[in-house]
């Protein structure tokens, strides 16, 4: 579940977007003009507006109260991921990331190209995933042993995921409550439900927290 979240829903790229270019300036509704800058990376981050950096926490291990959840802050149960985009909305692809886009400028592809520093197989780790646009709202992914698909809202935000293991296992379902925003829109923090089921039993359910920190141009 974790390997499937962390890259499906946040590193891998996934968002299907507008296909407008990335210094497009979007209104809420969608039209060019005066409003909200966007761009097809900014969105494939559940981002808008002249984001610089975004700092992911997540907590592997949260426990929802009525109106709190409380998270298990141990190491080996965070996740922290950092994203950097230039003054044009560009993800700045870090040293061995490969990525590759359509026509519309959206990425399909990514590719991670790190060295293998424990030497378990000769030459590169390539994890590698790509991705089907199916429309504004929708995109399937499939790589790393999993198929995928993300659905989004109209402000670019996950409302959920459907994970199917390429081969027989565990099949997964997330869903995203968001909890706290900037001035700008854009989620600081949220809860996602995870529904996870191994053939023949019954299905079982945990929680994570993400927490993000936004820095702006």
């Keep these: 579940m974790k390997h499937t979240f962390a890259f499906g829903a946040m590193l891998s790229l996934l968002t299907a977007c507008s296909g407008l270019g990335p210094d497009t300036d979007v209104t809420p509704g969608g039209a060019v003009g005066e ?16 984001v610089k950096r975004v700092t992911k926490t997540t907590y592997w ?41 359509d026509e519309f400028g959206r990425i399909i592809r990514w590719e991670d190209h790190r060295p293998n520093f424990n030497r378990q197989h000769g030459g590169f780790l390539k994890d590698t995933l790509s ?27 996950i409302v959920g995921q459907y994970t199917d293991p390429a081969v027989d296992g565990e099949h997964t379902a997330v869903f995203n409550l968001y909890r706290a925003e900037d001035l700008h ?18 299905p079982h359910i945990s929680y994570t927290l993400d927490r993000r920190e936004i820095v702006y141009y």
């Design 61 to 101: 291990r949260a426990t929802p109260d009525v109106d709190s959840v409380a998270v298990d802050t141990a190491a080996a149960h965070v996740t922290v991921t950092v994203a950097y985009f230039d003054s044009l909305g560009n993800y700045v692809a870090r040293r061995d990331e490969r990525l590759r886009r």
């Design 35 to 50: 409003g909200v800058f966007d761009s097809t990376d900014l969105s494939l981050f559940e981002l808008r507006h002249r």
């Design 185 to 202: 829109g854009n989620w600081l923090e949220r809860l996602s439900v995870w529904t996870t089921q191994q053939p023949g039993q019954k």
């Design 131 to 157: 991705y089907e646009h199916v429309s504004a709202n929708v995109v399937k992914s499939n790589g790393m042993g999993d198929f995928a698909v993300t659905v989004y809202d109209d402000d670019h935000r």
